[in-house]
């Protein structure tokens, strides 16, 4: 079954750190680039971070450079994104994603409040 799962969502305190997971199956996790998008409630989804297929290029949206690390491991089918000093803005379901798949996960939901 070709699908993604995220996990690591949760409730942090502004100023904490989470670390999302997306784990891949059913395709060769390794040909694709990835994607992490969120959507906050009530707005439209947002793109967050991507990466290549190696892990050598990343990208990120203005509203997380600095604080937010996309990663990977191609060996365990996986991407990462590490989240850094969270502030309540960012709280939203975050979604990883295969673009060229138009594959997406089902969601994890981190929330930032004190």
């Known amino acids: 079954q070709v699908q993604l799962v995220e996990s690591g969502g949760g409730l942090v305190q502004p100023g904490g750190s989470l670390r999302l997971s997306c784990v891949g199956s059913?395709?060769?996790?390794?040909?694709?680039?990835m994607t992490w998008y969120r959507q906050a409630p009530g707005k439209v989804p947002e793109w967050v971070s991507s990466i290549n297929t190696d892990g050598g290029s990343t990208y990120y949206a203005n509203s997380v450079k600095g604080r937010f690390t996309i990663s990977r491991d191609n060996a365990k089918n996986t991407v990462f994104l590490q989240m850094n000093s969270l502030k309540p803005e960012d709280t939203a379901l975050y979604y990883c994603?295969?673009?060229?798949?138009?594959?997406w996960g089902q969601g994890t939901l981190v929330t930032v409040s004190s």
């Open positions: 994603a295969s673009p060229h798949l138009d594959l």
């Open positions: 059913g395709f060769t996790f390794s040909n694709y680039a």
